[in-house]
């Protein structure tokens, strides 16, 4: 106990009672700095909440970032690490390169993404599409497009991140006996069967690991949209982290960005929790 | 070597330089633009000459120099970093242990509520914790900046699951040797697993490097103020001068790209041996 | 272990030290300044005037600090609530009347000598009074109007206005887009400076709604936005600027260069591209007022002001620093390092660029008479300008503009029945 006292009062301190405060000031009408006695307005902020289709659509965008990004994440990381799971040489190479984008703070990754998405001929994806197209892809202004701006974050997102994935899946992979696929190869097994009865079963726990972490950072996405498109256009891009640090901060009503914080919580926790449970039951 | 092998080597190694190409092309976007004049940037990212530094112009790493006091803002994130970093070793590697191999009252139930911890970001509580800390009087200090990120639940986690899989024989000759917990710790647990330490070290370094809001919120001036806020200096007035941002970009990863690569094996083989992997 | 710990408790010890400024002389005032950070030539003159100021006074000491433009509004909050905001601070005009509201600021006018207020520009004036009081002058105002290319107009034939009353109607306006379109590869012909964040979109396009006889707000009484924002003129202004948008008349701008450039003949923008423009263009360039959509041209005004926070231990010496600041000499400087236009008339005569005759005397005309409208006054205003900017980013995005418009209104009088209409509580 003595030993974890330190970390579980830091931990009380900066995060849980913080929070705790978020709850109570959701049921308030704070506005930061505001000369206004502070009023307690029951459920007022959370049914605003319900009513409005920027949130509605800050959800939906969560999920469907989450839905796209994690597994797609996932099989790309998946697929690096088997390629760097060959004894090939330059490996290490190949994985500092992979992993680089890893290193690079959001905020810079979405200022240079900014200049990639640029609209017109010139942008960066523009040329290269049409290059690839051999000149049939018609210049779009990724960022400002109604259906390609979500995507085109969705792609940043994947680009910085899939790295980190591949490192840890990569791990994952070398610590499977080696034993088992010699005896697998004696049986006659093939490549795709080693696969989906050797490597995926061991690699299970890891891919579970993997995918939990990914969503939690999928459900906090917020970064990226803040910089390269500010939840537009028409929302398109807006999240649950951005419509609070927006409520916050910029229109200073603290007490809506609090209930946004807290159905945040406790959606997350809905969603962790049912990917735990599916997890271990598929272990059964 | 039989054909088939040598035509699937053949094919991972062009799936593999393709990848290369596309992950690493916005960093050489990057690195190109910061050495040419800030107009051609843009004209020329839709072009070879993206990737090409064909005429070495250092004048935005000087307008970078001239524009904000980078050495203040290097030694901002570097001291601030490096204590968040160090301390966190400290206190979540104890925590982790206390967790993973100390019997004591109320763990689980404790250990529950730190995973569940682990869901908020910074995001979600900086308006309280912003509150809280102003009554503390820490407005724009380093303090501020350190003290509520050294206590974090995922390096706990960390520790936790690494300490899980140390056989339980290594403690148990300390022990008999007479040793007090603290001292089993210190002299066996830590030498013994320096790749979580390893992993930590990285991962707490990186999420910590790129922090913005939190600073935004509570420093004023440049006196304590880390690398990430003085980006804002550049990408507020237009024209954006993006020459000028890259060369910012270039030199604020930089530390980090070194430390990574300094720190790369025992950081790979941390998470090899780690619960990192589940 | 343990010297690494004791290292690090001693890092510790520093962090907390937190380096605290040298004890004060006996007599000499100490005043914290808060300036915006602007561009690298405004940054460099604030640092020389303050230099100056500290030399010339032995009993007043500056110490000035520099916070970036974006997050400006979100400094000020944080350090009122930590009690921390500095003596003097500058600050964009339009949070002006929210500060008053919290309780931040104190009434300049009898601070500052009365022939230094006579001599302001009337548009400073109107805008930096809330309530009676004057809350904060700036050294300087701004002026907002077209760009142009001479030689582009004079090749479609176009009527070059030089005065706020010829300004061409907004039929003739989009006309003349249509024949420049004709000789352009993009048919982009138009650069509304898309590319600029926040704020822009109100200060650079709330006049037109104000040309077209609607508003942010109805000023009467700063209590409602609807049937105002979302009335027929105001939808009939934004309908226009969405036609410009759609017909791909409008250069997305990401670089900032459609103007000099070349791709675009016309450019929406502020007086702090008069430098760059002129260095690509000399005397092909042009400054004409912005359309009129029936109620004659109208044009933004408003920039950065200084105030004094009611926790100022010495206001008449934070005055002094402010009038030191509004010296022809020093505004003069200032103005030349960012461009804008100087704050008084006797500035304004010394002026090379302002002077009458000048190449950027129209700005002076504009905001001399009564063409320029101040941000709507109420401490409601960040909202106002927020959801506004939400509208316009929705209404190049193809949203109906009757339904973005409704939204950003019903959005504002929430907000203002939220705050009990802003009763003056705070204030005295």
Known sequence: MLFALPALAGLLMFVAIPFLLAIGLAFTNLRLGSPLPLEFVGLTQFLRLFADDAFARALLNNLL???????VQTLLALALALLLNQPLKGRALFRTLFFMPVVFPLAL?????ILIYAPGPNGMLNSFLQLITLGEWQPRDFLHDPWLALPAIMLTSIWQGAGFQMVILLAGLQSIPEELYEAARIDGAGRWQRFWYITLP?????????????????????EQVQIMTRGGPRHATTTIMYEAVQAAFSRQQVARGAAITVIFFLLVLLVTLLQRRIAREERL | MSWRRLVSMGLSYAALLLLAFLFVSPILLMLTGSMKADARVLVEAGSFRAFLPLDVDLQNYRDVFARVDFGRYLFNSLYITGMVVLAGLVVNSLAGYAFARLAWRGRRVLFGLVLAILILPLEAIAVPLFYQVTLFGWRDTYLVQIVPFIANAFSIYLFYTFFLGLPRELEEAARLDGAGVLRTFIAIIVPNSKPVFATVAILSFLSQWGVFLWPLMVTSGEAVRPLPLAIATFYTLPPLQWGDIFAFGVMMVLPILLVFLFFQRWFIRGVVATGIKG | MRTFLFILVCLFLTACDRGKPPPSATGVVRLSLWA?????????TMERQVQAFNQQHSDVQIALTFIPERSYNAQVQAAAIAGELPDLLEFDVPYLYNYVWQGHLQPLETLLPHELQQDLLPSLIRQGTYQGHLYGVGTFDSGLALYARRSMLQKVNARIPGHPKQAWSVQEFERLLERLALTDDDGAVLDLKLNYPDEWFSYGFSPLLQSAGGDLIDRSDYQRASGVLNGAASVMAMQHVQNWLMQGRVDPNVDDAAFVGGRVALSWAGHWEYRRYHEAFAEDLVLVPLPDFGKGSRTGQGSWVWGISR?????????????????PAQILAMTAANGAVPATHT??????LYHEGGPLHLFVVQLAEGYAVPRPRTPAYPVISASFRQAFADIRNGMPVQ????????TIDEDIRDNRGYPAI???
């Open chain 3, 311 to 327: 926790r100022a231990k010495a206001p008449a010496k934070a005055a002094e620093v402010i009038t030191y600041l509004l010296q």
């Open chain 3, 403 to 410: 339904q973005a418009l409704d939204r950003a209104a019903a």
């Open chain 1, 202 to 222: 061991q690699l299970r726990n890891t891919l579970v690991f993997v995918m939990l972490v990914t969503t939690i950072l999928a459900f906090r996405l917020f």
């Open chain 1, 109 to 113: 990754v979405s200022v240079v993404w």
């Open chain 3, 426 to 428: 705070a204030a005295q």
């Open chain 3, 347 to 352: 500035a304004i005569a010394q002026s090379p």
């Open chain 3, 36 to 44: 915006h950070a602007g561009q690298a030539s405004e940054r460099q």
């Open chain 1, 65 to 71: 970032f989450t839905l796209v990004v994690v597994p």
